[in-house]
């Protein structure tokens, strides 16, 4: 079965970037988008990005332009979120979709809660 | 920036239907795609391409998408149906846009 299991909770302090990763299993990894999403506490889910597994290409959400960075290892079928410049209002839980066809997000990730705080 | 519009909150009794509203501009000429979410849990699918169901999805759940507004329905809604609910606008011309979420309460 389709599996996306992200990694584990980060804390980091304002300033500082984080990676987080996705790992995906049980289908075809170059076949399908992977959109990352986020929600900080008690909010509303907001878009941040997509790749494209198979050639690497990228779109971001106006938000985080320069901030965010999408990367794929395909050896590993893992895709990356890195977001850097951190401050307290990237408190979320960041989630990993894949999509199956165009904005079709049908399987997610447990999600990856980081906390920046001072 | 685009931008989707949705109510905070609605309520239905148990056995009603249930609407939820998403509005934007044009929004009949993007795909919508609607989430459901349940707390401490990752959204769920439950309606794409304005009106398609996936698969293990309840045949209560429909969707619509015509002018400016979106629309996810629940017929004969159960208590098992509260969550809060989001949706997804796209097209190639813009980038992918979440509504503010509608928390659906089963009174």
């Known amino acids: 079965q389709v599996q996306l299991v992200q990694s584990g909770p980060e804390v980091k302090k304002p300033g500082a970037s984080v990676k987080a990763c996705c790992k995906a299993?049980?289908?075809?990894?170059?076949?399908?988008?992977v959109h990352w999403v986020r929600q900080a506490p008690g909010q509303g889910l907001e878009w941040m990005g997509v790749?494209?597994?198979?050639?690497?290409?990228?779109s971001y959400a106006q938000k985080f332009q320069g901030r965010v960075t999408l990367t794929r290892d395909t050896s590993t079928s893992a895709v990356y979120m890195e977001l850097s410049s951190l401050r307290s209002e990237d408190t979320a839980v960041y989630y990993c979709?894949?999509?199956?066809?165009?904005?079709?997000?049908?399987?997610w990730g447990q999600g990856t809660l980081v906390t920046v705080s001072s | 920036s685009y931008e989707v519009t949705q109510p905070p909150s609605v309520s239905v009794s148990p056995g009603q239907t249930a609407t939820i509203t998403c509005s934007g501009d044009?929004?009949?000429?993007?795909?919508v795609s609607w989430f459901q979410q349940k707390p401490g849990q990752s959204p769920v699918l439950v309606i794409f391409?304005?009106?398609s169901r996936p698969s293990g999805i309840p045949e209560r759940f429909s969707g619509s998408n015509s002018g400016n507004t979106a629309t996810l329905t629940i017929s004969g809604t159960q208590a098992i149906d509260e969550a809060d609910f989001y949706c997804?606008?796209?097209?190639?011309?813009?980038?992918?846009?979440f509504g503010g979420g509608t928390k659906l309460t089963v009174l």
């Open positions: 391409e304005d009106s």
């Open positions: 044009n929004l009949g000429n993007k795909d």
């Open positions: 299993s049980g289908y075809t990894f170059n076949k399908y988008y």
């Open positions: 997804l606008a796209w097209d190639s011309s813009t980038e992918w846009v």
């Open positions: 979709a894949r999509d199956v066809d165009v904005g079709v997000l049908v399987d």
């Open positions: 790749i494209s597994p198979s050639g690497g290409s990228t």
